[in-house]
């Protein structure tokens, strides 16, 4: 069981907006560690795309967006690409178990 | 260009050893914290180990007595010993350098990944 909770998926249109949490505790996003999301196809190397909770990486798509508040973060994907069909993963800092933890994962699908 | 290169990913009986390496290049390697992290089948991402760029490492609880982290900063790479091996330790292995400060990392690059297979 993740330390991290996330919705198993989300689905939208393409051109839609579809938006996934990130549900923590006090010893993780609740003790002001940030969040970190990576997009990631089975098999081949994940992909950093939203860090420090809202900051993107050079050649990530605006289209992505992360907010945190409190102990839970959201990822948010404004017009949905089919390219963007992926396991989505948050990520961060636990201090009770001084080591980094996962999310659940979220499966994107474009329908 | 950030570039890390797995290896060292096979099949192996349980209880067996197996060393994974990771060569890095595209950056100053010493500098950087680096991570292994592993997903098995079906199953989502897991952190495995870090180590810092001072020598500082730290497991997960799942293989924390039976795994070591290492690395040659003078071949730019990383290292995982993994001893005990059982089924559940079955998964692609990812080594993936970091960014941050004070253990606070994320994962900004990362590898294709080595397939370790525990069975008999």
């Known amino acids: 069981q993740s330390v991290l909770t996330q919705p198993p998926s989300v689905s939208g249109a393409p051109g839609q907006r579809v938006t996934m949490s990130c549900t923590g505790s006090g010893s993780n996003l609740g003790a002001g560690n940030d969040a970190h999301w990576y997009q990631h196809l089975p098999g081949t190397a994940p992909r950093l795309l939203i860090y420090g909770n809202t900051n993107r990486p050079s050649g990530v798509p605006d289209r992505f967006s992360g907010s945190k508040s409190g102990t839970s973060a959201s990822l948010a994907i404004t017009g949905l690409q089919p390219e963007d069909e992926a396991d989505y993963y948050c990520q961060s800092y636990d201090i009770s178990m001084r080591g980094y933890v996962f999310g659940s994962a979220t499966k994107v699908t474009v329908l | 260009e950030v570039q890390l290169v797995e290896s060292g990913g096979d099949l192996v009986q349980p209880g067996g050893s197996l060393r994974l390496s990771c060569i890095a290049s595209?950056?100053?390697?010493?500098?950087?914290?680096m991570v292994w992290v592993r997903q098995a089948p079906g199953k989502g991402l897991e952190w495995v180990s870090t180590?810092?760029?001072?020598?500082?490492?730290i497991y997960a609880d799942s293989v924390k007595g039976r795994f070591t982290i290492s690395r040659d900063n003078s071949k730019n790479t990383l290292f995982l010993q993994m001893n005990s091996l059982r089924a559940d330790d079955s998964a692609l292995y990812y080594c993936?350098?970091?960014?941050?400060?004070?253990?606070?990392?994320?994962?900004?690059?990362w590898g294709q990944g080595t397939l370790v297979t525990v069975s008999s």
């Open positions: 993936a350098r970091t960014t941050g400060t004070n253990l606070r990392y994320y994962f900004e690059y």
């Open positions: 595209g950056f100053v390697f010493s500098g950087n914290a």
């Open positions: 180590m810092t760029a001072v020598g500082t490492t």
